[in-house]
């Protein structure tokens, strides 16, 4: 795809990630649904200005991906990060909303699936963020998986998070990335992490301790041109899990509340979020903020690797 910066065209990247991906130089996208409607403001802004600090601290360029006045960017200016922290009526995009919210000349957080869509179209090879969407924990009548498992069957990055978030059906949400063949590794750990607590109960696929194991089974695939982004299981930190709560409780009790006031698809995961953050008093939020940190840390030594 053809890039511009004419404000006529529909992708605009900064001059810096411009210069980056011309350059070679490591660069990692980051998603802006978790700014717009994954946290709280102020926390929100702050958390976004930390993570692009650590980036520019370990020598690799931030890019965070949005849609702005129906422009899709790459690499925004601290003043629209501060505009998609506060504003309203700032649109959830995923792929299927990315033509939609351009059409309209509408602004966006775009997630998981439409950040690596949009990366992709740049190809970027890395994106950091906290955690995917997956199969929701009332699948079987709600019928309700989130585009982020097709869009990393569909593309081929490597993602870093720290699993799919506790309110889903974190089993079923890796039996499907299983069968879309998406390869899942675990960074330090045997156990599949469970986004709010360091392990779950279901065994890591693969188990890597180094940067440049990743980076080899990444060019590996390149060569065979396989389809499907390597997903990049970061565990919290023990000192930052959600240990005093039972997590699992809060979650039930937060889709009860979704389904009373009549909440499901896309308002669901922000819904669910939102309440687990005053039910936990914010802690769950430091525990987001310190996740979302350690797994850009992460995905800078996978840039530099990778550059
Ligand atoms: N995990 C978080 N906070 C978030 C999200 C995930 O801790 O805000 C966002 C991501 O952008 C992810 C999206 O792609 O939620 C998934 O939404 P849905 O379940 O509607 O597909
Ligand atoms: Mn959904």
């Known amino acids: 795809m053809n890039i511009h910066s004419n404000s006529e065209k529909i992708l605009v990247a900064s001059t810096d990630v411009l210069h980056a991906l011309e350059n070679k130089t490591p660069l990692v996208a980051l ?50 990060i501060r505009m998609l922290s506060t504003a309203a009526g700032v649109m959830k995009a995923g792929t299927r909303e990315i033509a939609t919210a351009i059409h309209l000349g509408r602004s966006a957080g775009t997630t998981v699936s439409a950040t690596i869509r949009i990366a992709s179209f740049m190809e970027i ?26 869009e990393l ?13 506790s309110i889903l059906d974190i089993p079923k949400t890796f039996e499907v990335l299983e069968s879309l063949s998406v390869p899942v590794v675990v ?30 089974i990444y060019q590996i695939r390149k060569q065979l ?32 509340a979704a389904f009373s006031a009549g909440i499901y ?7 669910i979020l939102d309440n687990i953050v005053k039910v936990t008093n914010g802690e769950s939020l430091r525990a987001n ?15 530099q690797y990778l550059a």
Request: glycine share 8%; charged share 25%.
């Open 125 to 150: 090879k890395i994106f950091a963020t906290g955690g995917i969407g997956g199969v929701h924990r009332d699948y079987l009548q709600s019928m309700d998986v989130s585009s982020d498992l097709t």
């Open 153 to 165: 069957a569909n593309s081929k990055m490597i993602v870093v998070c720290s699993g799919a978030k």
């Open 265 to 271: 698809g896309q308002d669901m995961t922000p819904f």
């Open 187 to 216: 960074f330090g750990s045997d156990q599949i992490p469970g986004f709010y607590l360091r392990e779950t109960q279901i065994k890591s696929p693969l188990r890597l301790d180094n940067v440049d194991d990743i980076v080899r």
């Open 289 to 303: 903020l310190e996740l979302i940190k350690n797994n850009v840390r992460l995905s800078a030594s996978i840039a």
């Open 31 to 80: 998603e802006s649904t978790v700014i717009t409607h994954g946290m709280p403001f102020p926390q929100n802004l702050e958390m976004a200005v930390e993570l692009e600090e650590i980036l520019i601290n370990s020598g690799v360029t931030p890019a965070f991906i949005a849609i702005i006045d129906g422009v899709m960017r790459v690499g925004l200016s601290r003043d629209e």
């Open 225 to 256: 041109w396989l389809n499907g982004s390597i997903l990049v299981l970061n565990p919290i930190n023990k000192e930052c899990e959600l240990h005093d709560f039972d997590v699992d409780e809060i979650v039930e009790s937060s889709l009860d």
